[in-house]
């Protein structure tokens, strides 16, 4: 009997315990795996990965959930009281139904693996440009809004880095601060590293070769590039454009159009024109960048992206195009959008407003009017280094992170309408998306209730942890139905040689009762309400009016015909181009016939 006992003993000790890998960091996001195979494939080669095994998946989870809100914790520049005081976790959430877990569904983490399958495929249209950009072609594309050129363009970066990791060898700018934060990158004058660019090319040029550390650094940049890309190019004078493309010849000792760097420029002239250059008091009338010397010898005939995404419904499309063009010919179409649209979620339409003050002052009032405490939620800013290798002071850090559309400081309240200003790895919720705040909840809690935890797509490991503290983040409720507990994310403006200029750590959420139509270029809205009474430049009210995706979600006020004005030289220019691609294509169709018959 002692003999079979102690048998048994030893069988037991020499069974494998089960183990537990918490991963706080890992290419799935947070997730609790149960074996060291699965874990070791999310964390192998992950830059920055963390995680930790356990012998129970109690332990696990709440290792997970602390260091979740340990990453997530706010700024030390402000109390960490200020977070948790107040309003209890949000008490909607269902307790669980059991003591743990469920072993092999917890939702939170699912989700992220979800996220990897909802990945979007180029159209034809789309991969015929990457391709022509893989065989080291220039080009410039075109398209109206939501023809897919910001994710066109995403994609071409990640191909280029992909196939060549030096980040010298490519320039990601934008005509734009705004516009390069989206891609990743630096505004075209900083890249090129030419101030205000009021000075000809050659004295530019000369003063980089003539100047010994600074200088030598920006000859280096000009000389290493082998593929620059700038989006919104039409927001580039044309003048200015002429200047690089000279500076390029003579810094590179290189006569082929544009010193032989590979050109990609995307954007859509309808949308955003230069803006007017100054010299002293002399205001300089600024061109067009097709209408440039140098355009047609640098990229040739543009391409053009027809298939629109953003909207399915073909007569908004048309509707879209008659503003695009500035040639409204059906306006009973667009007065009968005049309509109030009520929405039966208590979600209302973010309003389209073309001055920034006039955004906050219809965001407090709406926040205002709300019951309850207000939660505030600073950013944590960080300062990095210039192009120069210099650390930047705190004032140029401010006027940086004050292009980011996360603000340094947003107050929330239970029932405030908000968007995402992130794409996150949950799939189906994308920088644009409208929700509401429903509760506030620590992150211990939210994964306790298996509530997701908002995780950030193709997200960098995180830098400086901050520090520790129980915080309330708020849970909110997206049109889709679904509910995320939104925690800090990273906004990151990077210098012209790729580094981290300066850095904002914010919940990535803003009140969104109200938007300035300038911070809502390139944005995909899903309920939209645009009052055309103010003053729009041109192509203002097409830009507003085309972030709407449907026309049911959409109301304009005030709609008159000479509200949506487009530029004379644009029309003309786009006609053209367009009857050069008609033709191209019935000399493809005869060309197609002749073989068949032949
Ligand atoms: N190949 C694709 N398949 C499915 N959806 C796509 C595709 N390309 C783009 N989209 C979607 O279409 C919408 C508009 O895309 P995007 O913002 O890239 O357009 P855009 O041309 O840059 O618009 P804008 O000029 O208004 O900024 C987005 O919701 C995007 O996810």
């Known amino acids: 009997m002692k003999r079979a006992l102690s048998k048994l003993k030893l069988a037991s000790n020499s069974m494998p315990k089960p183990k537990y890998y918490a991963v706080a960091q890992g290419k799935e996001g947070p997730k609790v795996y149960h074996n060291w195979d699965e874990c070791s494939k999310n964390v192998s080669r992950y830059p920055g990965a963390i995680h930790k095994s356990f012998s129970s998946l109690e332990h696990a989870e709440t290792w997970l959930a602390s260091s979740i809100s340990l990453q997530a914790a706010p700024s030390s520049s402000r109390p960490v009281d200020s977070f948790s005081h107040s309003q209890k976790p949000y008490s909607r959430i269902a307790k669980p139904k059991a003591p743990t877990l469920a072993p092999e569904v917890v939702k939170a983490y699912r989700s992220n693996t979800e996220a990897s399958t909802s990945k979007i495929t180029l159209s034809d249209e789309q991969q015929a440009v990457l391709q022509r950009i893989k065989r080291g072609e220039n080009i410039f594309f075109s398209g109206s809004a939501g023809t897919g050129k910001s994710v066109l363009l995403r994609e071409i970066i990640n191909e280029l880095k992909n196939r060549d990791p030096r980040s010298s060898t490519l320039g990601i700018t934008a005509s734009t601060g705004i516009a390069a934060i989206n891609i990743g990158g ?91 250059n100054r010299n002293g008091d002399e205001i300089i009338t600024p061109v067009f960048a097709f209408d440039a010397k140098t355009w047609e010898i640098c ?190 994310q990273e906004f990151t403006i990077n210098n012209a040689d790729g580094g981290m200029e300066a850095r904002r750590t914010q919940v990535p959420l803003i009140l969104a009762w109200a938007l300035s139509v300038h911070k809502s270029q390139g944005q995909t809205l899903e309920r939209v309400k645009v009052d055309l009474k103010q003053t729009f430049e041109k192509g203002q009210a097409y830009v507003a009016v085309s972030r709407a995706t449907t026309m049911e979600h959409l109301q304009i006020l005030n709609f008159h015909p000479s509200k949506v004005v487009a530029h004379p030289r644009v029309q003309q220019w786009y006609t053209e181009i367009d009857r050069y691609r008609r033709v191209e294509e019935e000399m493809d169709m005869d060309d197609a016939m002749e073989a068949y018959y032949s």
């Open 186 to 276: 630096c505004t075209l004058h900083s890249w090129a590293g030419i101030g205000i660019g009021n000075e000809s090319a050659k004295k530019m040029a000369g003063k980089f070769i003539g100047q010994a550390k600074h200088g030598s650094m920006l000859l280096d940049r000009w000389k290493h590039v082998k593929t620059l890309i700038i989006d919104e190019i039409s927001m580039v004078d044309g003048q200015l454009f002429d200047k690089l493309e000279e500076m390029a010849r003579l810094l590179r000792g290189n006569d082929a159009p544009f010193g032989g760097i590979q050109l990609v420029l995307s954007g859509d002239f309808f949308q955003l024109p230069p803006v007017p």
């Open 299 to 488: 990229v040739g005939r543009p391409v053009t992206l027809t298939r629109v995404f953003r909207q399915k419904d073909q007569t908004f499309v048309t509707l879209l195009n008659a503003m695009r063009f500035g040639k409204i010919e059906n306006v009973e179409a667009f007065t009968a959008l005049a309509r109030e649209v009520t929405y039966t979620d208590g979600l209302q339409p973010t309003e389209l407003l073309s001055r920034r003050e006039e955004v906050e002052r219809v965001n407090n009032r709406r926040l205002d009017q709300l019951p309850g405490n207000c939660e505030t939620y600073e950013a944590m800013d960080s300062r990095g280094t210039n192009s120069k290798g210099e650390k930047v002071s705190r004032e140029q850090m401010e006027r940086l992170l004050d292009r980011l559309v996360a603000p340094q400081s947003v107050g929330l309240k239970v029932g405030a309408q908000v968007m995402l200003i992130k794409n996150l790895a949950q799939g189906r919720l994308v920088n644009g998306s409208l929700g509401q705040v429903i509760g506030f909840s620590t992150a211990h809690d939210a994964i306790q209730r298996h509530v997701p935890i908002a995780d950030q797509e193709n997200k960098q490991p995180q830098h400086n942890p901050p520090p520790e503290g129980a915080q309330l983040w708020p849970l909110v409720r997206y049109t889709n139905g679904e509910e995320v507990l939104m925690i800090p």
